[in-house]
Nanobody
Framework: VQLVESGGGLVQAGDSLRLSCAAS????????MGWFRQAPGKEREFVSH???????TYASSMKGRFTISRDSAKNTVYLQMNSMKPEDTAVYYC?????????????????WGQGTQVTVSS
């Protein structure tokens, strides 16, 4: 599975942004999908996950502000980010996993995109 993120950019605090992750290769519908992010000098951290059945999981700091969704017809997963904060600044990565038991763990995912930069100014 090849994953390509898009939609990153520079926004102001309070703005919204939608990231996309287009998958190609194997059957998209057979994978759980996740979003992670990594800020400069920090560890990669879990953002959100969507299961094969559409169940969603969010990191506590993003819950209520971010929404993950998937469109199997387009082989694409989205991350809608609202009420953005400067601390949301990071490179955002899309990931796909065959069998994701603990969605917050990066090691659960088999494939990763190259990332897209998101910068939120105050």
């Amino acid at each position: 599975v090849q994953l390509v993120e898009s939609g990153g950019g520079l926004v102001q605090a309070g703005d919204s942004l939608r990231l996309s992750c287009a998958a190609s290769g194997r059957t998209f519908s057979g994978y759980s999908m996740g979003w992670f992010r990594q800020a400069p000098g920090k560890e990669r951290e879990f953002v959100s996950h969507i299961s094969l059945s559409g169940g969603t999981t969010y990191a506590s700091s993003m819950k209520g502000r971010f929404t993950i969704s998937r469109d199997s017809a387009k082989n694409t997963v989205y991350l809608q980010m609202n009420s953005m904060k400067p601390e949301d600044t990071a490179v955002y990565y899309c990931a796909a996993g065959h069998t994701v038991v603990v969605p917050t763990m990066a090691a659960e995912y088999n494939y990763w995109g190259q990332g897209t930069q998101v910068t939120v100014s105050s």
